[in-house]
């Protein structure tokens, strides 16, 4: 495994409402291992952030993608470390699934970024016999997309009531997107984003 993990963002984060370090910013070297381990924590708050802001937005683009969760009719994305154990993926709904984690201390400040994958899958309707499949697929395509435009958002503390907004937010790149997976009856594709957050007093 390589010792460092070397990207570039974007050119549309320069685009992006956060302080002038931040504009021009160029992670180019960015530590694994025992530093990102003891950065781990400071994660949690971009990664509450990240979920919520796209649950929001989901609710808003298409308020009828709901799951039916421990009695409760919720938006139709979930963070499966949160949730039990699932003996298969559940449909028509967004899984998200965060992946590995990088650091990066040679910056003003430390700055972390984590892999969040979201999967998804679907059969397409009952009423069409599964036949729009393609076009159940196309339209969580479109979702997702959407869901994450604007690529930043404030990061919030939920762990406090009311949640309490930080003094600095997280951002993403765009998704890299995987070919469509065929299971018999079901299809399926994945996405990938990297989440960016500085660290900050506390965390």
């Excluded at 028509?92 to 969040?116: H, N, P, Q, Y």
């Excluded at 500085?198 to 965390?203: L, M, S």
Aim: proline share 5%; with cysteine; net charge negative.
């Amino acid at each position: 495994m390589p010792a460092a993990i070397h990207l570039t963002l974007s050119a549309h984060l320069s685009k992006l409402p956060i302080d002038n370090a931040a504009t021009s910013l160029r992670v180019s070297r960015l530590e694994t291992g025992s530093t990102a381990h003891q950065e781990l924590n400071s994660m949690q708050n971009a990664k509450d952030s990240f979920y919520m802001t796209l649950r929001t937005r989901l609710a808003a683009i298409n308020p009828n993608r709901t799951v039916l969760l421990r009695g409760a009719v919720r938006p139709g994305i979930l963070v499966e470390e949160a949730e039990a154990t699932f003996s298969q993926l559940p449909n028509d709904v967004f899984i998200l699934r965060w992946l590995g984690l990088g650091i990066d201390t040679d910056l003003g400040s430390t700055m972390a970024a984590k892999e969040c994958e979201i999967v998804y899958q679907t059969c397409g309707t009952q009423s069409f016999g599964g036949l729009d499949r393609g076009r159940s697929l196309s339209e969580m395509d479109e979702e997702l997309v959407a869901m994450l435009q604007p690529f930043y958002t404030p990061k919030i503390n939920y762990t406090v009531q009311p949640p309490a907004a930080m003094l600095t937010q997280i951002f993403w790149d765009e998704p890299g997107f995987t070919p469509v997976v065929v299971q018999r009856d079901r299809l399926s594709r994945s996405a990938k984003v990297m989440v960016y957050s500085y660290q900050e007093q506390g965390e």
